[in-house]
């Protein structure tokens, strides 16, 4: 399995080092441009392979399939720095959990569709809750542009019982926003989260990636006079990771936002997009802008080797 990841990584590295979009379409050039004599000073410098995902980024991010909507709050999710500091790549096996309507679905399945794999693991609805009018959202996304969505796959799981695939078999799991709700539709805002960031663990390969995002409460909240707003404290998060075996990698500073004072009528809904009072207010609400948000990397610790 590892000889095989080399290989496509030494494969994308070189579609990078020739400036290329795809591994196809690399492998091609590079055979024909052997029968060709170049000047040297139209070669493509070499390029890294961070530098190579960070162009892949930025044609998802342009791309003309993403909603006008989405593409404005770029601004507040900061999708690029964030996938970056996960350590996202083209060609792995990518799972985000619970993705809603797709915001990020729009950057992700077209990013992983030539060389990775993009799965979207949504809950099992029942008739007529938002978990279903999301569910459907993203099936009718998905089905209305094959070109950028025809290989990504729908796993549906059970939220206290939750299976994301095989065992080992994703490189990187994504949640964005949803770790408070499932703290808030517990007594003790354990029992669901602690069986998701399990199944996470499980499904990860030893090295693998979790990356959480989620509104951040104040250091010194705590869980229960919280978990109501959409806030989280951060080391609740920390410890529902560490608890399931994981690694607290590092921590970022990419969604951050100091304008947000965390105490608002509506909770974290009343700031954008939801805009939970309607126009009550709405421009205040609006120059602060979306929530203060955590930004965590987790790693699937790989098992200790034996010392001879």
């Not at 921590?251 to 805009?275: C, H, Q, R």
Request: with cysteine; proline share 7%.
């Amino acid at each position: 399995m590892e000889i095989i990841r080399s290989r496509t990584l030494a494969a994308w590295l070189l579609a990078a080092c020739i400036g290329l979009p795809t591994l196809a379409a690399a492998q091609a050039t590079a055979s024909s441009s052997m029968a060709q004599d170049q000047p040297t000073d139209t070669l493509v410098p070499p390029t890294s392979a961070s530098d190579f995902t960070g162009q892949q980024l930025d044609s998802a991010l342009a791309g003309d399939w993403r909603s006008p909507n989405n593409r404005a709050r770029d601004v507040y999710r900061h999708p690029k720095a964030t996938l970056q500091f996960f350590g996202i790549r083209p060609d792995q096996t990518v799972i985000e959990i619970t993705p809603g309507g797709g915001w990020y679905s729009e950057i992700l399945a077209p990013l992983l569709h030539d060389d990775g794999h993009y799965i979207a693991a949504v809950e099992k609805p029942a008739s007529g809750d938002e978990a279903s009018k999301d569910d459907d959202a993203l099936h009718r996304k998905f089905a209305s542009d094959l070109m950028h969505y025809g290989k990504a796959k729908v796993v549906e799981f059970d939220p206290k019982a939750p299976v994301f695939g095989a065992p080992g078999s994703a490189d990187l799991v994504l949640t964005f926003r949803n770790v408070h709700n499932w703290a808030s539709t517990n007594k003790d805002g354990a029992d669901t989260t602690s069986a998701m960031f399990k199944a996470f663990y499980a499904v990860l390969r030893p090295g693998g990636v979790l990356g959480v995002v989620d509104h951040r409460a104040d250091d010194s909240a705590m869980l229960d006079a919280v978990k109501k707003s959409g806030y989280l404290p951060t080391k609740y998060v920390v410890k529902m990771a560490t608890d399931a075996g994981f690694t607290l990698e590092d921590s970022s500073e990419i969604n951050a936002n100091p304008k947000d004072t965390k105490n608002y009528p509506k909770g974290v809904w009343t700031l954008p997009p939801t805009f939970a009072l309607g126009d009550t207010d709405k421009a205040k609400y609006q120059a602060i802008g979306e929530s203060d948000r955590m930004t965590l990397r987790f790693v699937k610790p790989a098992p200790a080797t034996a010392t001879p």
